[in-house]
């Protein structure tokens, strides 16, 4: 069995306890990883702290240099981190390997954008110039839906800026990050880029750590909460990545069999746990039958199974608890007297695998609109009048993403302006970029990741000011 370590002040590390790694394809623990205690972490945010006087003063050519190796390694190592990511979060072979394709290229973007200083005046009054410090050691706390390129994101965006990070993945999904720090243990300077996996234990005691200085925490809404209360201690800084509830609005004018792969994927990939997925799809009654058929009948036909199986495009639950509450909200729907176009069922085999299910003629006030399942189920909604169409997609506190399909791309602006999200998308959904900002309105976050907007939210602003003569 491999032997996974930290990787605190550029050496690996074990530790005295142990937990297990689930493969959700067969739902068999297959790895263990070591369970950090309170005093490694201690260590990793001294070693950070060490190591941020140097990486400071670093120019941003010198780190994007560095970061640049990096994302070589990630490159050169991509053949031997794919399959530990199917194992441990069960998606498709395809998938992992995007995953891991994109992590190198978002390394190599996101340190590509300047972070200019600003003059605001220079005058007989004086000169007053805007720059930007590191703040210091990033705590980052990741899911386990995408746990390399959610972990890659915020590293970077950390690293990039002149902080030090300590980085912890979630206990589902520990593995591929251990080793992604064990093969760039030799790339960074000592202490600039710790990671430590541990138990449940191991987040708490991040957030309210007195020398770590802002937290990257990407995950549910409730857990975001609780970091918030607890970074305030010491006023860490806070970004906030968290659930979401994307509501997507077809307007009557599109075809629906040509939107339907676009619509499916964003509700499905990576078996719905996505937190900018669709999660709720409200189309106009003239067109609700066939968009209901179109989508039914992709979601019969993809292959679900262990993501090394061929042609398998849907994989399973990531976790027990997450493949317990989608049954159960399926078995709440059902209850409701909703019609369950396609799936609606567990598949019998070990794993926590869900057959792809849409669900039509349900309402607002079920479990399965009103809260995130982060599963393979699509509620399909029927709406006649636009407005109203807005009012519902708004009413709730979630606030990351939202849709509009049509042809009329200006008149899908317009509507899609009207989205109380972060990111409102017309005939796409879940499209990012490193250089676009990315977050949640309402309680789907605080901040923004990404592009010079996220960049900056890693660092102080800092005013120099100088008298006038
Ligand atoms: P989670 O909130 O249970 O856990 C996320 C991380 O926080 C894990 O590493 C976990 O160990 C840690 N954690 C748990 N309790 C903690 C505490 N009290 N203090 C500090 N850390 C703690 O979320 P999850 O189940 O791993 O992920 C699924 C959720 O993440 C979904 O709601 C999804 O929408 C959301 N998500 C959001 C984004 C985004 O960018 N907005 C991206 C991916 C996932």
């Given at each position: 069995m491999q032997n996974f370590t930290h990787t605190i002040d550029g050496r690996g590390e074990s530790s005295e306890a142990w937990l297990d790694v689930i493969n959700p394809a067969t739902a068999e623990p297959f790895a263990k990883f070591p369970d950090a205690s309170r005093a490694q972490l201690d260590q990793a945010v001294a070693a950070a702290r060490r190591a941020f006087a140097g990486w400071s003063r670093l120019s941003f050519q010198e780190r994007r240099e560095y970061l640049g190796r990096f994302a070589q390694a990630l490159r050169e190592h991509a053949e031997e981190l794919v399959p530990l990511l199917v194992r441990e979060q069960g998606k498709p072979l395809a998938d992992a390997k995007a995953e891991l394709a994109l992590a190198p290229r978002q390394i190599e973007r996101l340190s590509s954008i300047e972070i200019k200083n600003e003059i605001l005046r220079d005058d007989e009054h004086g000169r007053v110039e805007l720059r930007y410090r590191p703040l210091g050691v990033v705590g980052i706390i990741t899911p386990w839906n995408v746990p390399i390129v959610i972990a890659i994101g915020r590293i970077v965006q950390a690293l990039y800026t002149g902080n030090t990070v300590v980085q912890k993945p979630s206990p589902n999904t520990p593995l591929t990050t251990l080793r992604m720090g064990e093969i760039i243990r030799g790339i960074l300077p000592p202490g600039v880029l710790n990671i430590i996996a541990g138990g449940n234990d191991l987040g708490p005691w991040m957030t309210e750590?007195?020398?770590?200085?802002k937290i990257a925490f990407t995950g549910s809404v409730a857990t975001g909460k609780k970091v918030l209360v607890s970074a305030s201690s010491n006023l860490k800084r806070v970004t906030l990545e968290l659930g979401g509830n994307d509501a997507a609005i077809v307007l009557d004018d599109v075809d629906p069999k040509a939107i339907a792969p676009g619509i499916f994927w964003a509700a499905f990939g990576n078996c719905g746990q996505v937190c900018m997925a669709i999660k709720r799809l409200y189309v106009h009654e003239r067109i609700y039958e066939p968009m209901c058929q179109a989508l039914a009948d992709i979601a019969r036909s993809v292959k679900v199974g262990d993501g090394f199986e061929p042609e398998v495009k849907i994989g399973p639950l990531q976790n027990k608890m997450q493949y317990e509450r989608v049954l159960g909200i399926l078995e709440d729907t059902k209850r409701q007297g909703a019609r369950i176009l396609a799936g609606g069922h567990a598949l019998s085999r070990p794993g926590y695998f869900i057959a792809p299910t849409i669900v039509a003629d349900i309402k607002e006030g079920t479990r399965l609109v009103d809260e995130e399942p982060f599963g393979p189920i699509l509620p399909v909604l029927r709406y006649s009048d636009i407005e109203d169409a807005i009012r519902r997609a708004n009413d709730t506190r979630y606030g990351l993403g939202g849709s509009v399909w049509t042809k009329d791309t200006d008149r899908g602006a317009e509507i899609a302006a009207r989205l109380e999200v972060g990111t409102a998308w017309v005939n796409q959904h879940c499209h990012l970029e490193p250089t676009v900002p990315f977050g949640g309105a309402k309680e789907s976050g605080l901040g923004r990741e990404y592009s010079v907007v996220g960049l900056k939210s890693y660092m102080e602003t800092q005013v120099i000011s100088v008298a006038g003569s």
């Open positions: 750590h007195a020398g770590i200085d």
